[in-house]
């Protein structure tokens, strides 16, 4: 998917933590710090990360309108991404992440 380029040590490492890339991190284990690690990892690690941020995002405002009986715009909004854009950014204030379940201001 991405070219086989390499990456440093410290590098792999800053982006290993910043997305919490499982995949990134056992490819680093056993390599000395002159070692160089395979950045396609590194870059589909963080298409993971932001596939699931986005997924998250966008269950945590079909919850919001299913609560709310906002069932014409739920409906609008599966069909519609441009609305459903509008309405993330709508209701962004009251769509807060808690550790666990998604909490509703």
Do not use: W
Not at 27 to 38: A, F, L, N, P, Q
Not at 47 to 52: A, D, F, R, T
Not at 53 to 71: A, E, P, T, V
Request: aromatic letters at 4%.
């Amino acid at each position: 998917m991405f070219p086989d380029m390499r990456l440093g040590h410290d590098t792999a490492a800053a982006i290993a933590a910043a997305t919490g890339s499982m995949i990134l991190l056992d490819d680093m284990k056993g390599k000395t710090e002159k070692e160089e690690i395979v950045m396609c990892k590194a870059l589909e690690a963080l298409v993971q990360k932001g596939e699931e941020q986005g997924m998250d995002s966008i269950n945590r405002l079909n919850s919001y309108l299913l609560k709310n009986n906002m069932h014409a715009e739920l409906e609008r909004s599966i069909a519609d991404s441009g609305y459903q854009k509008e309405l993330m950014k709508k209701y962004q204030d009251q769509l807060v992440v808690a550790d666990g379940p998604a909490v509703y201001q």
